[in-house]
């Protein structure tokens, strides 16, 4: 039988257990989902999402709890994160903790595997954006530090992850990237730097963890956050107006691309980046349509 994730008898989706059925460790979690389709698509499997108390973080893990998974979720603001657990429900649990500190991913993991007996999946979400404006500026140790939550926080969680559980029973991961990663773009070359980083990261995973651990990329592009408010914010008709799907994204266009990446239906990709960004990379096409007849 085809697992979950990709690898033939895996234990990630087959009958013995898995993160598709009901059978787990003793004492483990076993969230039920509903009747079928989305709702049940995630159903018996245990998730970690990073930057989990906003935005996209937020959305995913909502996403993932809708799916019928159980949810452990990170954020560095304890206050954020207790909100989150609140609104997504009692198969959440949080953890509070920044992703540049290592002992914090290594607690992360092991409260996952102690609350739901498993870690099937894992969202690599947190990030940021600092420093903003030209490289010929940015501060070295700012520099350093972008490197440190955006590329080497995910790949030490995937390690964690895979000793701890993920390398006997498979899984599933995603790193959220950026649509920016196919391109440039004004003060933000050190975020785009250290994207295309975790891209390049999230193929060499994907082939060094086949066939049982899936890794894929979901890249966004303008999405309605906090985090990208200073760009959308001044003049978002205007930005909206550019794009073939003449909206800027919600958290939750990422957040259904996630869940669906993680779920069955994708058991036959990996090393993928599903760009959700409404098409801006077709932009230009779009504007040169010529004007309907009259």
Request: hydrophobic content about 45%; glycine content about 14%; proline content about 8%.
């Amino acid at each position: 039988m085809v697992s979950a994730t990709g690898g033939p008898g895996s234990g990630t989706g087959g009958a013995a257990g898995g993160t598709g059925g009901p059978a787990g460790p003793a004492g483990a979690v076993t969230p039920e989902g509903g009747p079928g389709g989305v709702h049940a698509a995630l159903a018996g499997r245990a998730a970690l999402v990073t930057g989990a108390s906003r935005g996209i973080g937020l959305a995913v893990a909502e996403a993932l709890t809708e799916a019928g998974a159980a949810v452990c979720v990170t954020a560095r603001d304890p206050k954020g994160l207790a909100d989150a657990v609140r609104r997504l429900g009692p198969r959440a649990i949080a953890c509070p903790g920044d992703v540049a500190d290592p002992a914090h991913l290594e607690e992360a993991v092991s409260r996952t595997l102690a609350a739901f007996g498993r870690l099937d999946v894992l969202v690599n979400n947190a990030a940021t954006n600092a420093p903003l404006g030209p490289l010929m500026a940015a501060d070295p140790l700012a520099w350093r530090t972008a490197f440190t939550v955006n590329v080497e926080a995910p790949l030490r969680l995937v390690q964690a992850a895979w000793r701890r559980w993920m390398r006997e029973h498979g899984g599933a991961v995603v790193n959220i990237c950026t649509e920016g990663t196919h391109g440039v773009g004004p003060g933000v070359g050190a975020y785009g730097t250290t994207k295309t980083a975790l891209l390049r990261l999230t193929r060499q995973l994907a082939a060094e963890l086949a066939p049982s651990v899936r890794v894929n990329a979901v890249s966004p592009g303008l999405i309605r956050t906090e985090m990208a408010r200073f760009v959308w914010e001044p003049d978002e008709p205007s930005i909206a107006a550019t794009l073939p799907l003449a909206r800027i994204g919600e958290p939750e266009d990422v957040a259904r691309a996630v869940r669906w990446l993680l779920s069955d239906e994708a058991s036959w990709i990996t090393g993928a980046d599903l760009v959700v960004d409404g098409g801006r990379r077709v932009r230009a096409a779009y504007r040169a349509r010529p004007a309907p007849s009259p």
